[in-house]
């Protein structure tokens, strides 16, 4: 799919030390997206509009509706961006009662299509991460966010291998949009997240983990910082999560083993 534009110019009144004066200022876009699966419409969601289709399928991927790239049958963008069609080779029993508006802030789903096995992840990096690679891969990260940089109006995640490769970075109006962006690039790209890192700009809901838990990230970093149940809920599942990346430290919330303390 062809990248969109996704900001705007905007003439604004800006007003610094005592003067206000005309300038040109880049606005971060906000479309409202529609997601349909087999005719069915399921979500509405506030969001940049870049990266559609990664959106589209992530989100299904997260609320238990898909599974593997090889159960689509087809994606079609359509209406000018602003409406994603998904067929499946095989017809998806649907549970969502009806379908979702959701705000460009607003919590997501967890799960309400198909359940999925709660386990904890077991799997870990290659090698344990060192604390100076936390620091490198999020300034790197931090490098790569350019729509931040432009509109200050965005949230960025990036996904990570275990050596610290950054694969993709992905940033939209929504927190929770940037993940699901990630779920789907990967599942659309055949990528293993078993080994995998989510990197992000965020304050770490319940909601991002459970979405992490879902792909099967092993380790969550991010400059902000988690909420209580966001911990409890990392702990349950096995997730590494770090938080409070800033200057020369960081704060390791639950699954330290992950981490190289000793060398």
């Given at each position: 799919m062809a990248e969109i534009k996704e900001t705007a110019i905007q003439e604004v009144r800006q007003y610094k030390n005592g003067v206000f004066s005309q300038q040109m200022k880049e606005?971060?876009?906000?479309?409202?997206?529609?997601?349909?699966?087999?005719?069915?419409?399921?979500?509405?969601?506030?969001c940049s509009g870049r990266y559609a289709d990664e959106l589209a399928?992530?989100?299904l991927r997260s609320e238990g509706l898909l599974s593997s790239k090889d159960e689509i049958e087809s994606i079609e963008i359509a209406d000018?961006?602003?409406?994603?069609?998904?067929?499946?080779?095989?017809?998806i029993p649907l549970t969502l009662s009806s379908h979702k508006t959701i705000a460009s802030s607003g919590a997501r789903g967890t799960g309400a299509g198909q359940a999925f096995d709660r386990q904890p992840i077991r799997e870990t990096?290659?090698?344990?991460?060192?604390?100076?690679?936390?620091?490198?891969?999020?300034?790197?990260?931090?490098?790569?966010?350019?729509?931040?940089?432009?509109?200050?109006?965005?949230?960025a995640a990036a996904l990570v291998a275990g050596e610290g490769e950054i694969i993709a970075v992905?940033?939209?109006?929504?927190?929770?949009?940037?993940?699901?962006?990630?779920?789907?690039?990967?599942?659309?790209?055949?990528?293993?997240?078993?080994?995998?890192?989510?990197?992000?700009?965020?304050?770490?809901?319940?909601?991002?983990?459970?979405?992490?838990?879902?792909l099967g990230a092993p380790l969550v970093i991010s400059i902000s910082v988690p909420t209580t149940l966001a911990i409890e809920l990392a702990g349950e599942a096995g997730i590494t999560l770090i938080g409070s990346v800033r200057g020369d430290k960081f704060i390791v919330y639950t699954h330290a083993e992950r981490i190289l303390t000793n060398y």
């Open positions: 606005i971060i876009r906000e479309i409202h997206l529609e997601i349909t699966l087999n005719a069915g419409k399921i979500a509405v969601i506030a399928v992530g989100f000018a961006e602003q409406r994603v069609h998904i067929r499946t080779r095989n017809q990096l290659s090698t344990p991460i060192k604390p100076e690679q936390v620091f490198r891969i999020m300034d790197v990260f931090l490098s790569l966010a350019s729509l931040h940089d432009s509109t200050g109006g965005t949230h992905r940033e939209d109006i929504g927190r929770h949009n940037t993940i699901d962006m990630l779920g789907g690039y990967a599942l659309l790209n055949g990528i293993d997240l078993s080994d995998k890192m989510i990197v992000r700009t965020g304050r770490v809901s319940s909601e991002i983990v459970h979405k992490v838990w879902r």
